[in-house]
């Protein structure tokens, strides 16, 4: 066994060597432009990108034409929202997403809150769960978009994606998805869904990092969107630029390998997920945050009530595991995501996000459980806050 073990799958994966070797070829001897119409090296290349657009539409259950390549899932949040919004502002300017979002998407929604759209921020419950009357509630004649994330980056909460699309669609309005953490880890069919439109990355998924895609319904409806970027007319003319055909060729290959083997590795998975959550549940004062049945298999997050999580982190210096979003960790504010469920500045300060992935062995988890336990333990000792818990002198923490 390596050390550091590596439990911030959410954050970013490691290459599967089969991603790299169907990748290796394209930055050499396969190294032409795919927009080279007039020769074979473009011919090959842009062969390679159709054969990887159809990888990744057999995974969310839609046809290759309606793939659009981007350079991850912050530029296909950003296509998808932005390029909505301008296209759709006639018919009205109000969007509804959700305070538990990826800043990819809140912050481009505050970016055109700054141009004049209506955005609502719906609240989720202490379980990480939207409330869909809430939702529905919300809806008006100028609602073009809801945006709702698939499942969430530091709880693994999964949403009701298909009620949620099915209000949005009753009122008109179109429903997009960031599925980033949700995609090649658990089904994600766009039709059986509801989806609009659906951002995800390659990196999140064993494929390299800098290449994502945004699919984009085609029929009933067909969604339009405005580009974001010009120059050449690329993808449908919805995202200009040279395509990054190697990266390409990995997120397809990435896209079939998750597609084959995703059923089993989410067993594999929840079943070491649930073993740790087992052992470090017995940890005095320790809790799971967000719903334990609507979740992904291979996320979990844990608050050690009294002990610092930037502090529990260092202490386990075998351990690669985060306090949060890997876009925000270098902030110092508590998650915002366990703030808006309803958690206290202290509990969610000492939060742990766990991601499992497919190189994690048992003799990991096994070792980690051990790892968390003698930190928390140890800082515990170290701790007034909890001694003065233990005697009964400070107050419970909700």
Excluded at 204 to 229: D, F, W
């Amino acid at each position: 066994m390596e050390l550091p073990v590596y439990l911030d799958n959410n954050a970013t994966t490691p290459l599967d060597p089969r991603v790299l070797e169907a990748m290796l070829p394209y930055f050499t001897s396969k190294f032409g432009n795919a927009a080279s119409r007039s020769h074979a090296f473009g011919w090959i290349a842009e062969e390679a990108v159709d054969y990887a657009r159809e990888q990744a539409a057999k995974l969310i259950g839609c046809t290759d034409k309606e793939i659009i390549f981007t350079s991850g899932a912050t530029e296909a949040d950003n296509l998808a929202i932005k390029g909505v919004y301008e296209m759709y502002h006639e018919k009205g300017n109000h969007i509804i997403t959700v305070a538990t979002e990826h800043k990819a998407v809140l912050d481009t929604c505050k970016h055109l809150e700054r141009l004049g759209a209506g955005i609502t921020y719906l609240q989720v419950k202490e379980d990480g769960l939207i409330d869909l009357t809430e939702l529905e509630a919300a809806m008006t004649e100028k609602t073009i978009l809801v945006s709702v994330m698939y499942g969430n980056n530091e709880t693994g909460v999964i949403q009701p994606i298909k009620a949620i699309a099915a209000i949005a669609h009753k009122y008109g309005a179109l429903f997009m998805t960031d599925a980033t953490q949700a995609v090649g880890k658990i089904p994600v069919n766009v039709d059986a869904d509801g989806i609009d439109l659906l951002a995800f990355s390659a990196h999140k998924m064993y494929g390299p990092k800098g290449v994502g895609a945004l699919y984009v319904r085609r029929k009933n409806p067909r969604v339009k969107i405005t580009a974001q970027m010009d120059g050449g007319g690329h993808e449908r003319g919805m995202r200009s630029g040279t395509l990054n055909v190697p990266g390409i060729v990995g997120l397809g290959k990435a896209c079939e390998l998750c597609r084959l083997e995703m059923d089993a590795e989410a067993r594999r998975l929840s079943a070491l997920r649930d073993k740790m959550e087992n052992s470090l549940s017995a940890v005095e004062e320790s809790y799971v945050n967000g719903n334990r049945t609507q979740r992904l298999p291979h996320v979990t997050n844990f608050s050690f009530r009294h002990v610092e999580g930037e502090g529990l982190m260092m202490a386990m210096k075998n351990l690669a595991v985060s306090s949060g979003s890997a876009c925000t960790s270098a902030s110092i504010e508590p998650s915002y995501v366990l703030k808006n469920m309803g958690m206290s500045d202290d509990l969610a300060h000492s939060s742990i996000r766990f991601g499992l992935g497919r190189f994690n062995t048992e003799e990991e988890i096994d070792f980690a459980i051990s790892e968390i336990r003698k930190a928390v333990d140890h800082l515990r000792e170290l701790s007034p806050l909890w001694e003065s818990f233990k005697e009964g002198t400070a107050q419970s923490i909700s």
